[in-house]
Structures are given as C-alpha cells and as structure tokens.
Nanobody
Framework: QVRLVESGGGLVQTGGSLRLSCAASGFAHYHTITWFRQAPGKEREAVSCLTSGDYTTFYADSVKDRFTVGRDDAEGTVYLQMNSLQPEDTAVYFC????????????????????WGEGTQVTVSA
C-alpha cells in the first residue's frame, strides 16, 4: 500500500512562488508521481509528471516554463516548484502515483493512477 501526503500549499500573490511536496511511503520509489489540480467547478487536470526509473518529466502546456517537478532525495519527496503563479492556478493540488513508468500519451489520464493524496490548497490572489 502506498500513502501520499501533499504539503506546501497556501495563499500567494500573482507572480509569486510556492513549492509543493509529495511524501510517499510504501514502495513508492518504483512509482511514477504525477501532480493534478482541480479548481471549483472544473475537471481534475494533470499538471506535471515525474516517471519512475529514468525520471522523465511531462508538463501541461499551461504550466510549462513556470513549474518544475523533481525529486528531493534528502527529504524523500517529489516536489512541484511553481513560479510566476497566476489566479488561474488556484486549485487543490493532488499528487497521484502508479507502479512503474508511464507513456507521454497517457500520463495526464487520472484513471491510470492507483493512489492519491488528500490534496493541498493553492490560492493565488489577483
């Protein structure tokens, strides 16, 4: 069983930065970790992915060049560094995982992930 816990959310002004962390336990070292977000009244959307094994990264077009996903081996977490935040980035951010790697054609599909965290709120004020 894999348990995921997100942290690092909060309130930030437009143009500011936040760093989210996803702490994973239970063999998550062999899992792909993907960040999703869901704004009120909207579908859950994939934001960024870090695959297991070769640590390939994928990004949604809306966050490319602003967000960076990576591993913090010292903390044993997967982080999402978010820069140049905009009000439209306001959402609950979730990390999700699945055993093994994923292809670029499917990384953004919520239904391929087996484990989910509870989420952390990110609010960007105008």
């Amino acid at each position: 069983q894999v348990r995921l816990v997100e942290s690092g959310g909060g309130l930030v002004q437009t143009g500011g930065s936040l760093r989210l962390s996803c702490a994973a336990s239970g063999f998550a070292h062999y899992h792909t970790i993907t960040w999703f977000r869901q704004a009120p009244g909207k579908e859950r959307e994939a934001v960024s992915c870090l695959t297991s094994g070769d640590y390939t990264t994928f990004y949604a077009d809306s966050v490319k060049d602003r967000f960076t996903v990576g591993r913090d081996d010292a903390e044993g977490t997967v982080y999402l560094q978010m820069n140049s935040l905009q009000p439209e980035d306001t959402a609950v951010y979730f990390c999700a995982s699945v055993f093994g790697s994923v292809y670029k054609t499917v990384w953004f599909l919520p239904n391929i992930y087996d484990y989910w965290g509870e989420g952390t709120q990110v609010t960007v004020s105008a």
